[in-house]
T-cell receptor, first 113, second 116 residues
Framework: AAGVIQSPRHLIKEKRETATLKCYPI?????VYWYQQGPGQDPQFLIS???????DKGSIPDRFSAQQFSDYHSELNMSSLELGDSALYFC????????????FGPGTRLTVT | AQKVTQAQTEISVVEKEDVTLDCVYE???????LFWYKQPPSGELVFLIR??????QNEISGRYSWNFQKSTSSFNFTITASQVVDSAVYFC?????????????FGTGTLLAVQP
């Protein structure tokens, strides 16, 4: 079965640079979520989309923005990167509704130097 | 406010032992969903189970079983006859119902180390 695809898997950036993370949800899933997981921490919700519209927002810095495109893939844009942005970034998708289980991608490991 | 507490930071067992991972949650809603995810050393998050607040039936799936008790706001996870491949961080998560999307609130996770 198709899973959530994330690219790139690893990314190294310097402080103050910009990064773009991509996510391709499972076909027919109409919701996308982004989470940030710092070293040794639990995943923290950043933002979610339903049918290409932003639905909910968590502790997402103003330097970050995200969108979902007409083909349902989503991108997380991160500007003015800081050392503290180094983390594993997960994208997850699910069906809208009850809530259903979210299926996670393999994550993008961002390292800011 | 929603909160998930996994008091056990790390657990170490020897293969074939049974182990229970505790999860206690807080929510003001009467309708909510609980989840368990596994994060092996490779880093991905693997869905294990989803349970809604109206279904208190315990569930068994192979060596895995879950005990949901609303009276104590707990959703504990037991692995029977543990194996080395069970070594991972296990997260309990809560999601409230409302809106088109429903974010997961994770506990801090329990690192399970199964020694051969």
């Amino acid at each position: 079965a198709a899973g959530v695809i994330q690219s790139p898997r690893h990314l190294i950036k310097e402080k103050r640079e910009t990064a773009t993370l991509k996510c391709y949800p499972i076909p027919r899933h109409d919701t996308v979520y982004w989470y940030q997981q710092g070293p040794g921490q639990d995943p923290q919700f950043l933002i979610s989309f339903y049918e290409k519209m932003q639905s909910d927002k968590g502790s997402i810095p103003d330097r970050f923005s995200a969108q979902q495109f007409s083909d349902y893939h989503s991108e997380l844009n991160m500007s003015s990167l800081e050392l503290g942005d180094s983390a594993l970034y997960f994208c997850a998708s699910s069906l809208a509704g009850p809530p259903y289980e979210q299926y996670f991608g393999p994550g993008t490991r961002l390292t800011v130097t | 406010a929603q909160k998930v507490t996994q008091a056990q930071t790390e657990i170490s067992v020897v293969e074939k032992e049974d182990v229970t991972l505790d999860c206690v949650y807080e929510t003001r809603d009467t309708t909510y969903y609980l989840f368990w995810y596994k994060q092996p050393p490779s880093g991905e998050l693997v869905f294990l189970i989803r349970r809604n607040s109206f279904d208190e039936q315990n569930e068994i799936s192979g060596r895995y079983s879950w005990n949901f008790q609303k009276s104590t706001s707990s959703f504990n996870f037991t692995i029977t006859a543990s194996q080395v491949v069970d070594s991972a961080v296990y997260f309990c998560a809560l999601s409230e119902v409302g809106g088109a999307t429903n974010k997961l609130i994770f506990g801090t996770g329990t690192l399970l180390a199964v020694q051969p």
